[in-house]
């Protein structure tokens, strides 16, 4: 049946958690922190708090998330992978010299930069909910790569996207109804396309 842990679990550094039965492990209410995750069966409850990965986390079953964060704070860098088709976070905090997604990764709530960038691809995205929301993204730390964000309604939401070396924000605005938009930056020089034989004058703004 359903394990449940109580009370803080501080496994630290050294500490990888992996789960390979089929049943249930909930982590209860307390703060819980490990180095490597792995999901290899059955269903893993994420903490009602903070859980702290500083290594790899890898989901090849059911990752289900409460109303907790899942704080990435390596000291090297992380990634997030396995065999499910992707994983779904409430709040994801990144503190670490960065994450890349081996995986489609879904955030419904606070996606918060604190150290470090996501690195995502074609292959890979990183999608927000609608009830997303970003948290102090600088030009440090940022998604590299593309992304998603879905919408329910008219609203305004900047997308803190850049590419390895600069990060380029872009501000969508006047979206209505329902939605979900890909952005990425991408960074080229337009004169091959654009030679400066051809410029019409006068230039108002570039």
């Given at each position: 049946g359903p394990v449940s842990i109580t009370g803080t679990f501080n496994g630290g550094s050294n500490f990888d958690l992996t789960k390979t039965s089929t049943g249930v492990l909930n982590l209860g209410?307390?703060?819980?922190?490990?180095?490597?995750?792995?999901?290899?069966?059955?269903?893993l409850?994420?903490?009602?708090?903070?859980?702290?990965?500083?290594?790899?986390?890898?989901?090849?079953?059911?990752?289900?998330?409460?109303?907790?964060?899942?704080?990435?704070?390596?000291?090297?860098?992380?990634?997030?992978g396995g065999t499910a088709p992707s994983t779904t976070f409430g709040a994801l905090t990144l503190n670490s010299a960065g994450v890349t997604l081996a995986q489609d990764v879904t955030v419904n709530g606070a996606l918060s930069f604190t150290n470090g960038k996501i690195n995502t691809s074609t292959t890979f995205i990183l999608s927000l909910g609608t009830a997303a929301t970003v948290v102090t993204p600088t030009a440090t730390k940022y998604v590299n790569g593309p992304m998603n964000k879905s919408f329910l309604a008219a609203s305004t939401f900047e997308f803190p996207i850049g590419n390895a070396t600069a990060y380029r924000p872009i501000e969508l605005s006047g979206v209505s109804g329902t939605a979900t938009v890909l952005a990425q930056y991408f960074q080229s020089n337009p004169h091959s396309a654009y030679p400066g034989s051809t410029y019409q004058s006068p230039i108002i703004e570039i």
């Open positions: 209410t307390g703060a819980v922190t490990v180095q490597d995750l792995s999901i290899s069966a059955g269903t409850t994420s903490t009602s708090t903070t859980f702290s990965v500083a290594g790899n986390f890898t989901n090849n079953a059911t990752f289900t998330h409460t109303s907790g964060v899942v704080n990435f704070n390596g000291g090297a860098a992380q990634t997030i």
